[in-house]
């Protein structure tokens, strides 16, 4: 139960612009959860959630990132916006860059790659990334490329 309401804090503080716990506990409770303001109190501590200014001027609750989640944010953004092209031979998935962006995509494939993926070189515009298995070149070569339009897609809507 105490994940669940956690869970439903999360997505209303996103929903939202709340201002104070006894708005949260409302739509707490509009939405079946029957919590106290200490008990949210509890859960907003426990859930890092700070006040931040929001566009509107108000100062409402959001998640705050951490550094690794922010860390990562920021290699997503730059694998998504380096990448110019990919194509697999063999074992070898050969990342055509923007100019001088190689080094920047090799470690966010390093960092964001994990299974499938033995390590990178990079040039000026090219990374050669070397994969364990020859078959899964292409599904590796899909999922960046699914990657890459989740992450151009979300920054136009921002």
Do not use: P, W
Not at 3 to 27: C, F, G, V
Not at 34 to 61: C, F, H, M, P, W
Not at 124 to 146: L, M, P, S
């Amino acid at each position: 139960m105490k994940s669940e309401r956690r869970e439903k804090i999360l997505q209303l503080i996103e929903e939202h612009e709340i201002e104070t716990q006894d708005e949260l506990t409302a739509l707490l409770k509009d939405a079946g959860f029957d919590s106290t303001q200490g008990t949210v109190s509890r859960d907003i501590r426990s859930l890092n959630i700070t006040k931040v200014k929001a566009e509107s001027g108000k100062l409402i609750y959001a998640a705050a990132q951490s550094e690794k989640t922010e860390k990562l944010q920021k290699m997503l953004r730059v694998f998504a916006n380096g990448v110019v092209s990919m194509a697999r031979s063999s074992n070898i998935i050969v990342v055509k860059t923007l100019e001088g962006m190689a080094m920047a995509v090799a470690a966010s494939i390093d960092t964001l790659g994990g299974d499938g993926i033995l390590g990178t070189i990079a040039g000026d515009d090219t990374v050669f990334c070397v994969i364990a298995e020859t078959q899964r070149g292409q599904d590796i070569i899909t999922g960046f490329e699914k990657l890459i339009k989740s992450i151009t897609q979300g920054e136009r809507h921002d």
